[in-house]
Every structure is written in structure tokens, then in C-alpha cells.
């Protein structure tokens, strides 16, 4: 069976549905992060928050705006968990322990939507739709709003560290973009058979003469901001592989469609932000390279599976639906890992050693590939700015971007940003592999053990949220350990981000001349690549060898 | 041009290396390291070594341990080579210093003995020839002739007078004629000389911001790759591939950004150094790095971009005057002329018609005055005036020559076709044996724009830079001479305020600006300007303000500034890129060794066939301590700099400093693997 055909015919299409949706979604987005005009319903929302929307909020505003909001957020969440029995719509389900409370608050509101639990069996109604969905919406909503504001401190001029309204920012990312996109999506994936209803689990008879018990739920609706938003929450604990998720081939390519379209929009947008369409289309240039890339790499890897029973199926298939197949499995886990959603439809677990290297490294990227919702087109733009100053000084002037200078409060800035992530991980696997609570949770000893503890801190410090599966990560230990792995992995770079467009927004912008590093043009594309892999890869290299390399070779 | 110092001997990189060893050697000090985060990581690194060595010796714990040592010291010893480059400069500036004494004038007149470091600005001095002037100041008083060669290395007198723009005088240097007054304008240890033995032997040294930043970005890489290597001890243990901390600490060291760590600060020292030897000062190192960031460059037209004085450049008989007649009066008139104009009047003759041999004996020449606005000569036979277009009409009218409507309005077109063109017509007459004068044509004086000008404003161009020329002349003669120069813009009949008024509008669009200037009144400017190069002959005003003194007092050095400037920070940044593309070939080396014995099919990564780990991990250290000494040359003399666009600049250098990067190390560790592997115990 030569599934080569149909693996390049799905990309094509997708490639060619993005192609038509980005310049318009983008258009947009930048048109939602610049107008001074608010809609009579944004008005209402303003009043309800009671915040002045047209305030020009300093950096540091802002970035108390995020965290404030955000920790109202986890409390909430947190909250909710802990007190599901006593609240309605709870299906007979238990309080949350308070690590797994913890966990879970973290996990969404960070964008992150690491899931200990199997969703079917654990939240009730209440808590997926008013925490969990409410959450999808605003957590992406908080990086869009982060980016936007970054790309806005870009292009002022002198603007004395004034970089937008947060509170703004979220309303209209809500209301403009993610709500009616959502409904949209949500509204074909039923019209494709996905589920969505509010009744009380039914028990069915099995043609064995069993019975067993089915939870329906508000599926569709969670499915659409689930990839849209790029949180990676399934209603269902098999997430995407689950038929009432994702149904068919086409709601797939679908699904895959929602979580690429607005991290590649944003970059989109930053360019008519600033005034430049070319630097927003380098920046998507790259993030389409790695993006490109690592679904090359990954759908070579799990159809040229070594062993006799993957070349009889014709590719790996143990772990993958065979609605799907391997080449459908391989595009989702290579976009759902490059872009922080971390919804699968295919266990990683069972990826190829190197296909699950691939999804890894895709993630430890720092989430650039295109990225989350917002996060992805500030981490490219973090690394932007750190191959202009690497490499910006060979054409003989002190580096700048877009007209900013970038000098040594900047750099303090970038520095901290390409280290924060980096520690988590590695911090974090150390601990892991060293606890005894952590090595109890491992499957399997070796170097496949230590890719299902290496995937979940980087899942969690990179705030995608897939799983390798294999880990029992619902223990206090792993709790605790990736919570705060979320938690830093999140707002550690938000706040040096919002911090660093406070910089630029006060800057003279210097006007370019031939004498200035061109950032739009495919050389600058191609540094920019690499930096990304040299900088940022090979601090894992290490890691990796002993890891993923190791079982590939063996 | 005037002569530079005398270049240092050339010594050999061998000997350069063995002069700087002790110097070298102290600043291994960690204190001294504290500025460069990367080769105190090092140091941390060879300490462990060196004690994990004696506690427990092994062939590679001490291979290593002495590999790294080397590292560190090959980065001291750049730094060291670098420094002492302006030694001998600095032993000369110092002879200036000794004590002379001082003939200080009290307020009311009478003169004291003082020693000349007993000095305080405003103290008045009185010198007289054959003394040393005791410090900096300016000329009150008097005028006289100084020998400045010590601070300037232009072995030709000077002459510093009260007033004006030539009134600054430096410390050390003496008088040669005459006696002057001064006002000292330093206190003691802040003078002039000071300051330049401060800078070129790097003692007092400001790290630049750029620099500054780099060296924060070098700490953070530094940072995570010491997390990089701590995590994968413990991990290592997990996957049952223990690792010895010599073996991390070998990675480590592979891992960080020595290369550039360790040649950073002999590159900012170097940068500054080849501006000393144009007889560039800069005050401060912010200033070199801004001459790279410069966008636009005002240019003063006299001196920098025309030769300063008028030529002649054509001869334009009127209808019916033969050439050769024309030129014999232009020749004739102009043989005992010697300004600058008339001589290159008999230059333009001599090249045109070089049959044609006047002596002019016998002849009296008439000067230029201001009320003919003429200049001739009478011979016996006849009468020469060449002189202004109204003055030598009023003239030829004044012999009694008829009116003739056709040849005024063929004289005024030439006239004003010269001076459309930016030139100044000198209108030649002749009066044969007392009869009516008749006018022969017009010579065309220009403004010679210096050759090779043009070439380099077309490079600055090219480098995004913007050239603005400076000038008094009228818009028209500007307009001209602009276009010759091939500038990209003028400020006709400038006065100061006119120059301010143009850096604070750049400054403000967000450009930076570059000038010099030597007057008074061009110290506001010079201050405000990003890059302001002082001549040395101005005033010590200017020089106060300006953040460059240019000891040649040569405009046009501006342009090779900015050079200087730029290339410091490509060599910053090719370095830079060049130390982390190495990583990836160091990976192939180390973590291969590293795990091949827990993970034997790891050995598919040992692409360059690796002999052993232990010779492989060796290699790879080696080649990290061997290229920083291989990069000194290329830091101290910067990479190769050929003006043109950032787009041509960038793939040049990415071709050789990051694709070289990347494959460079590749053949080095296996070239050294070669000869490590044949050392028995490795």
C-alpha cells in the first residue's frame, strides 16, 4: 500500500487552505490589535471588569494585568476542582485531590492543557465547560494579547514603555477572534458527526451482552477552541484519537487546520503591525521551514518504520487510529507538538523512536514552529532578535531590529528569555530521573523510559500539554513538579516579553538604511533557521542522544 | 597627509606572544577574569580538574587539566598581546611627563617658581623658547612656534597664537620661538597626555556598551549550557553511562563560547588600537563603536573634499583670440603670481602648450589689490590684467576700447557658464603698446575635488551612510561641487548654528551623525554630534567637545573612523558566530565518546572516525584551547573590511565565519586526533 501519495496530498491541502485563511485572519488580527474603535458589547464587557479600555498601559500594568488575571484564573480553577461534589453538573465525580487541583488550574490557564486525568472520568460538565472551555479562550487570549503587545512595542516611536491595553487586548481576542471562529468550527465538526449534547452518560448494550457506560458531553464546542486556542484539552482522556472528537480523516486535516491557522495569522499580522509585511512573512517563512521540516522528518520516520510488522501495515502503526493511518498521525503530532496545542490523535508514546524525537525536539524549540496562539510569534521573535545580535554585528553596525536597538537591558532581557525554558527542562528531568516518586512513574526503564520523563517536562515547560503516554504522571510528585514547570514556563518569558516591548515601545525607532542587517530577505530567513536549531537545539542534544537517538540507533 | 608615528618595530606573532606571557600569566588572577564571565568558568573548570587530577592522576584527567589551563591562558594572552601593542607609544607619551618647571604669573603680575604638577586649571603660565609648556591650556598671550612631534609625531614647528582657532597648546610640548601666555586648562594627572597614554595602553580601558552586552549574552549561554552539562550527569547516571565530572567539565569547556569569550576584550583593545595608529585618539570606546552606527557624515568641504585652494582648469579664448595667444597672457600675467591660483595658472599653461617658454623678464608685477580686484603684469611692449569679470571690463573701458555689443555678450556667457559651473572666471585682458585694451577670455579657476573622493563617497553609499557637504560658498557653487563630489547632499553658506540646527534634525529622524571641526564654534556641535572628530590644531575647546582628537588634523580620517569602527564590530561578530558554530562538530566528537561504551550504537555518530573517547574528548579540548591562539592574529588586525551593502557583507562573512564554523572544528579535531591517539595511555 503506498501511502506516499495521500501523506503529500493531505499536506497539500492544508497548505493550501492556510494559504487562503492566513492573509485574511491576519489582516484581521492586526486590525484588532491596532483600531481605537470598541464594539458596543466590548463597552458592556469594560464595564463589567471595570477597566478603561483606551488607557495606554506602561509595561509594567500590563504585565500585572497578565498575572492578575491569570491567578484569578488558577484560583478559580483550583477552587472548582476541589469542590466538584458540591457543585451542579458534577456526574457524580469526586473533588480533585489538591495536587491534581493544582495541576489542573495550572495547566489551563497556562495554555498548557496537560491532562493527569482522563477527562471522562474524572470533571464533570461544570468544571470542562465554565473552567476548563472558559479558560481555552482566555489563556490563548492572554498570549495573543502578550504578542500583540509586543509587536506594538516594535513599532512605536518614543512611546515611553506604553505598550496597549491588556484588558483590551483579551475582550477583542475573545469577542473578534477566537468566539466566532469557534462557533464556525464548532458548527462544521458536528455537521461532520462530532459530538455535542449535555445528557448524562447512557448505558449501552454491547453486542456481548455488557453493558457499558458512554459519556457524551459539550465535545464539538471544547473540540473547536481545544485546537483553535492551541490548548490540547480533549473531552475525552484518548483526546483526538477519540471517534467522538475527531471522527474522520477530514475532521482531522480539520482540526489540524484550526491549530495552525492563527499562530501563522499572528505572524501575519505582526507584519502589517509594524508596518512591514515583509518581516512578518520572514518570520512565517521560518516557522514554515521547521514547521515543514519536522512534518517531513516525522511522517518519513513512522512510514519507514523499521521491523516486519510496520513494514506489513506499511508504517508503524501499534498507537494510531486506523482511521488515520500513519501519515495523518504523523502531520498532527508534528503540528500539535510545534504549536504548543499538545492534542494528539495518535499516543506519542507510540511514535518511532525517532518520530517521537521529532514531536520532542519540535517542542523544545521553544514552541516556534509556528507556535501556540501568541507565544509561537514571540518566541520567534525572541530568537529573532538574538540572531541579530549574534550575527547583526558582521555588517559592522551594533545590532538592531526593526529599527530598535538592541543593547545590553535588552539583551539582559533576551538572555534570561532563551534560558528560562532550557533550566526547566533540564532542572526538571534531572529531578525527575533522580526522585524516587518520579522514576515510579516511568513505564519503562532505559532510554524510552527517560523520553516519557524527558516529554513530559518539556510538554509542560513549553506549555504544549501532550503526553507521551507510558507516564503515570497523576501523583503528587509529578504534580507538583510539572505545575510548576507550567507555571514558570509560561509567565517567566510573558513578563520578560511584555518587558522587553516596554523597551522598544520607549526607543527611538531608527530609520533603516543599506547599511542596516535586512531581517525580510531569505539570508536573514536562513540565520534565523539556524540559529533556532544551533542556540536553542543543541542544548538538548544531550539529552536527546541518551534518550530518543539512543533507542533510534539501537 | 602628515607622517605617522613611527610605525613599531615589527616583531614577529612568536615574540609578540613571549613579551605578553608575563602579563599574560597575571591576569589570570580571577579577579582580573571577573570582566570575562566565560574564561572565569574556565578557570572554576581547570582548578576542578587540577585537583581531581591529584587526587586520583589519569593520563586524561591530566590532559585536560593542562588543555585547560592553556585555554584560559591563551584568552589572558590575547588580551596581553593586544595591550602591549601600545606600550611603546605610551613610553614615549610618558617622556613628556616629567616634571618641568613653571613660571607661574600671580594676579598681580609677578611671576613664581612652580613645579608643573603643582598646576591647577587656571593657573596662568608664562613660556619662552626652548621650554616645555608645563600643561594644557590655551594661549592668552603672544604667539610663538612649538614643536608638538612628541604628541603628534609631525616633526614640523606649529604656530599657537592667542585667539582664534589656533590657541590650544599641550602639555610637554615645547616652544620653540618667542614667549607665550597660557592658560592651563587641566588639572594635574587629566591632561591631554594623560588621557592618551591611559588609552593607548588600554590601562583605563571602557568596555563598550556593545561589548558589554555581548559579554551578558556570552554569561547567559555559559549559563545554560553549565545547567546543559550538570543535568546530564544525573541523567547519564540514569541511563547507566556514568560520567566523571573531568569528562563534564572537558564538555563543558567545549560547550561555552571560548573562542570569543577569550578574544572579546583583545578585539575592543585592538579596534582602539588601530585608531592610535591612524594618529586617531578616541576619548571613549562608545565613540568607536557609534563610528560604525554612523548614518550620516558632514563633510566640510575645504581640506576635505577639494583641495582647498582654486585651479585653473581651462583657458576660454573669446571668438577670434587665437589659443595660444590667450595662453601666453594668462602665462605672462601669472609668472610671478604666487599664490596658489596664479601658480596653477603657469601649471595648466605649461601642460596645454608646452612649447610655449615666457620668461617675462623685465616686466613689474602688479599685485592683487582689493580696490582693482586685479593682477597683472607690464612689460614693456605691454600690458597684462586678469582680474574679476567688472573689475577688467571697467579697465579695458578705461584705455578707451570701443563698445562692441557681440563680444560683452559672448564674455558673459563664458562668465556665467563658469560660475554656473561652481567656478570662478578670471578675465584675461591685454593692452598692445598703449592702445585700447581688448579682452581675451575667461580662465576657469575651480575647486579640485580631491582624487579618489568620489570612489569613497560612492562606498559610504554603498554602506547606508548619508555624506552632507559643509561649506560657505553660495548655493550655486555648493550645488556644483556637491554633484563633482558625487555627496548626497550640502548646507550652503553655513554658519555654526546652521550645522547644529542640521544635527539635531538628523538626531532627532534617529540617525546618527558624525563631523569634525576645529574652531571655537564648532565645539557645541562637535559635542552634540555622535562621533566628533577634533583636530588636533583647533582649539582646546573643540577638542574638549568633540570625542575623537585627530592628531594629523586630517577631515578627511572621518571616513576611515567609521571604517575602524565597523570593522571592529564585524570582527566582534564574525568571532562570535564563528565560536558557536563550532558547537555542532564538537557535539560529534564528545557525546559519542562519552556514551559509546553505555550505548555502543551510538557509535554512528562518531562521524570523523574518532580513534578512541579518550582521544576524542582530548582532541576536542585541545582544538578549543588551540583556536583562540590560531583567531589573536585575525582579532588584533580585524577581519577583512571591504565597503559595500549589509546584504554583501553579511554572506560574505556568514560564508567563511559561520558555514567555516561549522566545518572547521571538524577537520581540526580530526587532524588532532591523529597525533593525540599516538600518545600511549590515550
Known amino acids: 500500500m503506498s501511502a506516499v501519495g495521500p501523506a503529500i496530498g493531505q499536506v497539500a491541502v492544508l497548505v493550501g487552505a492556510l494559504a487562503v485563511a492566513v492573509p485574511l485572519l491576519g489582516r484581521h488580527l492586526a486590525h484588532v490589535y491596532t483600531s481605537p474603535k470598541h464594539l458596543a458589547v466590548e463597552r458592556a464587557s469594560y464595564r463589567v471588569l471595570r477597566v478603561d479600555p483606551d488607557a495606554d498601559q506602561h509595561w509594567r500594568t500590563y504585565s500585572m494585568s497578565v498575572l492578575g488575571f491569570s491567578l484569578v484564573g488558577v484560583l478559580a480553577l483550583y477552587a472548582i476542582g476541589r469542590l466538584q461534589e458540591h457543585l451542579p453538573l458534577s456526574l457524580g465525580f469526586a473533588a480533585l485531590p489538591a495536587d491534581g487541583a493544582w495541576n489542573t488550574a495550572v495547566s489551563f490557564v497556562t495554555n498548557t492543557n496537560w491532562q493527569w486525568y482522563s477527562g471522562e472520568s474524572t470533571v464533570g460538565h461544570l468544571m470542562q465547560m465554565s473552567g476548563l472551555t472558559v479558560q481555552n479562550f482566555v489563556s490563548a487570549a492572554v498570549g495573543m494579547a502578550v504578542a500583540a503587545a509586543f509587536a506594538r512595542g516594535l513599532a512605536r516611536n518614543l512611546a515611553g514603555g506604553r505598550v496597549g491595553n491588556f484588558w483590551a487586548d483579551l475582550v477583542r481576542t475573545v469577542l473578534r477572534v477566537l468566539l466566532p471562529i469557534a462557533l464556525v468550527a464548532a458548527v462544521v465538526l458536528v455537521l461532520l458527526g462530532v459530538v455535542q449534547n449535555l445528557l448524562e452518560p447512557q448505558v449501552v448494550h454491547t453486542l456481548t451482552g455488557g453493558t457499558q457506560s458512554i459519556t457524551g458531553g459539550p465535545v464539538a464546542s471544547q473540540e473547536a477552541i481545544k485546537e483553535l486556542g492551541t490548548n490540547g484539552g480533549g473531552f475525552y482522556n484518548a483526546n483526538s484519537a477519540h471517534p467522538f472528537e475527531n471522527p474522520k480523516p477530514f475532521t482531522d486535516l480539520f482540526e489540524v487546520f484550526l491549530l495552525l491557522v492563527i499562530p501563522f495569522s499572528m505572524a501575519w499580522a505582526f507584519g502589517i503591525i509594524v508596518g512591514d509585511k515583509r518581516q512578518g512573512g520572514a518570520i512565517m517563512a521560518v516557522m514554515a521551514l521547521l514547521w515543514g521540516g519536522a512534518v517531513a522528518l516525522l511522517t518519513w520516520a513512522e512510514m519507514a518504520a523499521p521491523g516486519t510488522a510496520p513494514q506489513l501495515a506499511g508504517g508503524a502503526m501499534e498507537g494510531k487510529e486506523v482511521r488515520f493511518g500513519e501519515a495523518a498521525s504523523a502531520l498532527f503530532a508534528s503540528s500539535t507538538t510545534g504549536t504548543s496545542t499538545g492534542a494528539v490523535n495518535a499516543m506519542h508514546d507510540s511514535l518511532t523512536a525517532p518520530g517521537g524525537g521529532v514531536a520532542m525536539f519540535n517542542m523544545m524549540l521553544g514552541e516556534i514552529a509556528p507556535g501556540g496562539v501568541g507565544s509561537g510569534l514571540y518566541g520567534m521573535l525572541m530568537l529573532a532578535i538574538l540572531t541579530v545580535f549574534l550575527a547583526g554585528l558582521m555588517v559592522g553596525r551594533t545590532p538592531e531590529y526593526l529599527g530598535k536597538k538592541i543593547g545590553q537591558r535588552e539583551i539582559w532581557l533576551v538572555g534570561s528569555y532563551i534560558l528560562a525554558t532550557p533550566v526547566l527542562v533540564l532542572v526538571g528531568i534531572a529531578v525527575a530521573i533522580t526522585a524516587a516518586d518520579g522514576l515510579a512513574g516511568l513505564q519503562e526503564a532505559g532510554p524510552h523510559g527517560l523520553s516519557e520523563a524527558l516529554y513530559a517536562v518539556t510538554s509542560a515547560s513549553n506549555n504544549n500539554g501532550s503526553a507521551f503516554g507510558g507516564l503515570t504522571s497523576g501523583t503528587p510528585f509529578w504534580n507538583t513538579l510539572l505545575g510548576l514547570c507550567m507555571l514558570f514556563g509560561r509567565f517567566l518569558p510573558m513578563v520578560l516579553v511584555i518587558a522587553l516591548a516596554g523597551r522598544f515601545a520607549a526607543a527611538h525607532h531608527l530609520p533603516p538604511s543599506a547599511g542596516t542587517l535586512p531581517t525580510h530577505q531569505p539570508l536573514f530567513v536562513a540565520l534565523l533557521t539556524g540559529v533556532a536549531l544551533v542556540v536553542v537545539g543543541l542544548t538538548f542534544v544531550p539529552v536527546l542522544v541518551l534518550g530518543p537517538i539512543a533507542e533510534s540507533l539501537s | ?682
Not at chain 2, 229 to 242: E, F, K, P, Q, R
Not at chain 2, 267 to 285: E, P, Q, T, W, Y
Not at chain 2, 599 to 610: A, G, R, S
Open chain 2, 1 to 682: 597627509m602628515n607622517t605617522h608615528h613611527p610605525a613599531p618595530v615589527r616583531r614577529t606573532f612568536g615574540s609578540q606572544l613571549r613579551e605578553a606571557l608575563p602579563g599574560a600569566l597575571r591576569k589570570l588572577d580571577p579577579r582580573e577574569l571577573v570582566h570575562a564571565p566565560v574564561m572565569l568558568v574556565v578557570e572554576a573548570g581547570a582548578v576542578f580538574t587540577t585537583v581531581a587530577s591529584v587526587v586520583s592522576p589519569s593520563t586524561m584527567g591530566i590532559g585536560v587539566t593542562i588543555w585547560l589551563w592553556l585555554t584560559v591562558l591563551f584568552g589572558t594572552l590575547a588580551e596581553s598581546v593586544a595591550e602591549g601593542r601600545g606600550k611603546a607609544q605610551a613610553a614615549s607619551l610618558r617622556s613628556l611627563q616629567q616634571e618641568t618647571p613653571a613660571r607661574r604669573r600671580r594676579p598681580d603680575g609677578s611671576i613664581e617658581q612652580v613645579a608643573s604638577t603643582a598646576l591647577k586649571a587656571g593657573d596662568v603660565v608664562v613660556v619662552e623658547a626652548g621650554e616645555r609648556i608645563p600643561g594644557d591650556g590655551d594661549v592668552v598671550e603672544g604667539v610663538a612656534s612649538v614643536d608638538e612631534s612628541a604628541v603628534t609625531g609631525e616633526s614640523a614647528p606649529v604656530i599657537r597664537e592667542s585667539g582664534g582657532d589656533r590657541s590650544a597648546v599641550t602639555g610637554g610640548t615645547v616652544v620653540l620661538s618667542d614667549q607665550i601666555v597660557v592658560r592651563i586648562t587641566s588639572e594635574p594627572g587629566h591632561s591631554f597626555v594623560d588621557r592618551m597614554i591611559a588609552l593607548v595602553e588600554g590601562s583605563e580601558r571602557q568596555r563598550t556598551p556593545n561589548e558589554v552586552a555581548l559579554n551578558i549574552l556570552l554569561a547567559f549561554l555559559t549559563i545554560i549550557f553549565v545547567v546543559v552539562v550538570g543535568s546530564l550527569y544525573y541523567v547519564a547516571d540514569y541511563s547507566g553511562a556514568h560520567q566523571s565530572w573531568i569528562v563534564l567539565v572537558a564538555l563543558l569547556v567545549c560547550l561555552i563560547p571560548t573562542t570569543i569569550g577569550a578574544l572579546l576584550s583583545a578585539i575592543g583593545i585592538a579596534g582602539m588600537d588601530r585608531l592610535v595608529r591612524r594618529n586617531v585618539l578616541a576619548m571613549s570606546g562608545r565613540a568607536v563603536e557609534a563610528a560604525g552606527d554612523v548614518d550620516v557624515l558632514l563633510l566640510d568641504k575645504t581640506g576635505t573634499i577639494t583641495y582647498g585652494n582654486r585651479q585653473a582648469s581651462e583657458l576660454l579664448p573669446l571668438h577670434g583670440v587665437a589659443g595660444g595667444e590667450m595662453a601666453r597672457a594668462a602665462l605672462l600675467s601669472s609668472l610671478a603670481d604666487e599664490t596658489p591660483e596664479g601658480r596653477s595658472i603657469v601649471t595648466l599653461v605649461h601642460r596645454l602648450h608646452s612649447d610655449l617658454e615666457e620668461s617675462g623678464a623685465g616686466g613689474t608685477l602688479v599685485e592683487f589689490s582689493a580696490t582693482t580686484r586685479m593682477s597683472g603684469i607690464d612689460l614693456p611692449d605691454r600690458v597684462i590684467r586678469k582680474g574679476a569679470a567688472s573689475a577688467v571690463a571697467q579697465w579695458v573701458r578705461s584705455t578707451g576700447a570701443p563698445e562692441s555689443e557681440t563680444s560683452d555678450r559672448e564674455l558673459s556667457v563664458l562668465v556665467d557658464g563658469v560660475s554656473a559651473s561652481g567656478g570662478t572666471p578670471l578675465v584675461v585682458a591685454e593692452q598692445t603698446d598703449g592702445g585700447p585694451a581688448r579682452v581675451l577670455g575667461v580662465i576657469h579657476l575651480k575647486d579640485v575635488v580631491k582624487q579618489g573622493i568620489r570612489e569613497r563617497f560612492a562606498d559610504m553609499r554603498a554602506m547606508g551612510i548619508r555624506t552632507v557637504m559643509i561649506t560657505g560658498d553660495n548655493a550655486v557653487t555648493a550645488r556644483a561641487i556637491a554633484e563633482e563630489a558625487g555627496v548626497d547632499d550640502f548646507l550652503a553658506e553655513a554658519t555654526p548654528e546652521d550645522k547644529m540646527a542640521l544635527i539635531r534634525q538628523e538626531q532627532h529622524g534617529g540617525r546618527l551623525v558624525a563631523m569634525c571641526g576645529d574652531g571655537t564654534n564648532d565645539a557645541p556641535a562637535l559635542a552634540q554630534a555622535d562621533v566628533g572628530v577634533a583636530m588636533n590644531t583647533g582649539t582646546m575647546a573643540a577638542k574638549e567637545a568633540g570625542n575623537m582628537v585627530d592628531l594629523d588634523s586630517d577631515p578627511t580620517k572621518l571616513i576611515d573612523v567609521v571604517e575602524i569602527g565597523k570593522q571592529l564590530l564585524i570582527t566582534r561578530g564574525a568571532l562570535t558566530t564563528f565560536s558557536v558554530a563550532n558547537d555542532v562538530a564538537k557535539y560529534f566528537a564528545i557525546l559519542p565518546a562519552m556514551f559509546v561504551v553505555a550505548f555502543p550504537e551510538l557509535d554512528v555518530l562518531n562521524v570523523m572516525q574518532l580513534s578512541s573517547p579518550e582521544s576524542a574528548i582530548l582532541s576536542a579540548v585541545v582544538f578549543n584551547a588551540l583556536i583562540i591562539v590560531a583567531l589573536i592574529p585575525l582579532s588584533l588586525r580585524g577581519v577583512k573590511y571591504r565597503p559595500s551593502s549589509a546584504v554583501d557583507l553579511l554572506r560574505r562573512n556568514i560564508l567563511v565565519y559561520g558555514v567555516g564554523g561549522l566545518i572547521a572544528p571538524f577537520l581540526g579535531i580530526k587532524l588532532l586526533d591523529l597525533v593525540i591517539s599516538q600518545i600511549p595511555g590515550v
